[in-house]
């Protein structure tokens, strides 16, 4: 990224410095970002030491940042989010772009817990964004323009590949490439057992697996052939790998990675229908309570204030 793609990006705030939060942050700053262009918070005091003393970046509370930033990153959990919107929303400056990393919550649902014409898009990362080659999908909410989607891009692509897609997507998405680095690292796990059972070394099965996968990975990226020609290129008639790929297909592979992905599609929307109903129950919940709404801002009926704890045992972290 040139030094003016980001400056473009202005002061950047990530509130909810954990596992992802770092990887953006520490993805950021390898892509050669200014430590004093970035901001961060956590909620607990040691864990904002250490990120200050790491990357030398000013950890800040949650309303201090974003009333200074042009950019906030939400990369909190799911059930920590309702807390967050509420303590942010009164803070938030209306010209800033919000980015959400959290899995399942909907660019709807944080749009109506913040100012009017706030603009928000929503991510789904994954894990290998920790060594930059991360697979981010990005949409748009209602009041995001294409400079904020290039924004965003600009952003993460630190990490890795940022492709926009849209928001009806994002549950196919989560069950891919969100989820997807489980099910690599699964079938990983598979063929080193396999190369033990067949009497190597496990450090020798470990290093022929992943270099085969890593090496394959390329492979496709780099040529650009589609996987099954580059299969049959390796499956002489009558040959070895066409006696494993018989076994493969006799116990269904394919058809198991199709229903798997499917059920993770279907998790995906279940829980963010949950995640959906939480909010509006705490929102309810609020309303009764009698909460003052702040002036000014534009809210659905019933949504007051402070609207509480989402159900901590729902929408967990985990995809
Ligand atoms: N990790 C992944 O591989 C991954 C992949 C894709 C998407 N995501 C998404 O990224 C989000 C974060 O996941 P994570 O794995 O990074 O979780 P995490 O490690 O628990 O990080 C979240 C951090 O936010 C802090 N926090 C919670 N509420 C806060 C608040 N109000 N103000 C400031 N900080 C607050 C938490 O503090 P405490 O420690 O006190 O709770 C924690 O340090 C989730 O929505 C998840 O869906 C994660």
Excluded at 129 to 155: C, F, Y
């Amino acid at each position: 990224m040139s030094g003016q793609d980001k400056a473009d990006c202005g002061l950047l705030a990530i509130l909810g410095a954990g596992v992802m939060g770092e990887t953006v942050l520490s993805g950021l700053l390898r892509a050669g970002w200014d430590p004093g262009q970035i901001i961060a918070t956590d909620r607990r005091p040691e864990r904002q030491g250490e990120l200050a003393e790491a990357y030398g970046i000013r950890m800040l509370s949650n309303s201090e940042a974003v009333s200074k930033a042009d950019t906030v990153l939400l990369i909190v959990k799911p059930q920590d989010m309702n807390d967050l919107l509420d303590e942010i929303t009164t803070e938030i400056r209306t010209d800033a772009l919000i980015i959400s990393l959290c899995a399942g919550i909907a660019t709807a649902q944080i749009e109506s817990k913040l100012p009017a014409g706030t603009a928000v898009i929503r991510v789904m990362p994954n894990t290998p964004a920790q060594v930059d080659e991360g697979m981010a999908t990005i949409s748009p909410g209602s009041h995001a323009s294409e400079e904020h989607l290039k924004r965003t891009t600009r952003i993460l692509s630190a990490t890795g590949r940022v492709l926009t897609v849209p928001e009806r997507y994002q549950d196919a998405v989560t069950a891919i490439s969100g989820s997807g680095p489980a099910y690599l690292f699964f079938v990983v796990e598979a063929m080193i057992e396999a190369g033990v059972h067949l009497g190597l070394p496990r450090d020798t099965a470990t290093e022929l697996v992943v270099q085969t996968m890593l090496g394959s990975a390329k492979l496709l990226r780099e040529t650009g052939e589609h996987p099954t020609v580059l299969r049959e290129r390796v499956t002489s008639p009558g040959g070895t790998t066409a006696a494993a790929i018989r076994v493969l297909e006799d116990h269904k592979v394919r058809a198991a990675f199709i229903g798997a992905i499917e059920a993770a599609r279907d998790r995906s929307r279940d829980l963010a229908e949950a995640a959906r109903r939480d909010s509006q129950t705490a929102a309810d919940q609020a309303g009764h309570a009698g909460r003052i709404e702040h002036p000014g801002r534009i809210a659905p009926a019933g949504r007051t204030g402070h609207a509480g704890r989402a159900d901590a045992g729902r929408g967990g972290e985990r995809r």
